[in-house]
């Protein structure tokens, strides 16, 4: 693939991160975690909205099931992401918007999954890439801090066990991702970086907006890692799949 090829594919997730950074900067007179995601859930839902068009460009020309199954993922967290921005016609019919957020994202998750597993295949992984022993810490490593951080008998049963739920898709796809690259190496370590941020912003997201707690960087931290794992991921995956 030549310089061109990577660059083109490498600057639309860049963009989208540093106007994350500029939207940030508009952020400092907000005086709380409420606040901050009234003005920011216009400019979130945009910068996601521009990973999906991202998604279906860059895997335009790439492996047929792979590209659909990538694209796929993008666009249930796309999907996610409007849920759990808590926009106040989603409040008002459904009853817990953040638990439907998670399903999308359990969705996300699973389409991703598949995605890499049609370009690498199980067998590999588990003999080239340590698959089973990663995949073991991948699981456990959520399922703690559910335990130590998010869980909360104060917060809504379903989302609780939702929120314990995702931790094993969520980190089966990092672990397919982190075995990926320590077997073949090159844009894998693109998707396996993305798959650990995407670790960090749900750790993030759980320590703070699912157990109910409101620090004021509530939303900016969980977003800023976010994006960054989907445009790796999307970056890298689209490069393997090309």
Known sequence: MGNYSVLWRILPPAAVIVAFCLHWLT???ARNSAER???SRGAYLGMSAQLVAYAFIA????????????TLGMVASFAGDV?????????????EPLAW???????AQLCYIASFLSLVPLVELVE???FVPVLAVAVVLPALAFRL?????????KLMLLAFAYGFPLGTMAAVALSAAIALGGAWVSVAA????????DAAMGETTIAGRHPIWEYQIPWMTYLCAQGLILFGASIAAA
């Open 128 to 130: 080239r890439g340590a």
């Open 149 to 157: 951080r998010v869980y909360s008998p104060d917060r809504p049963r």
């Open 37 to 39: 995601l009234v003005l």
């Open 194 to 201: 993305g798959a650990v941020l995407f670790l960090v912003s």
């Open 27 to 29: 952020l400092k007179p």
């Open 101 to 107: 957020g998670i399903l999308a994202f359990i969705v």
């Open 83 to 95: 849920l759990n921005l808590q926009f106040p016609a989603a409040k008002d019919k459904l009853e």
């Open 59 to 70: 895997f335009a020309e790439g492996y047929r099931p792979a590209a659909i199954l990538g």
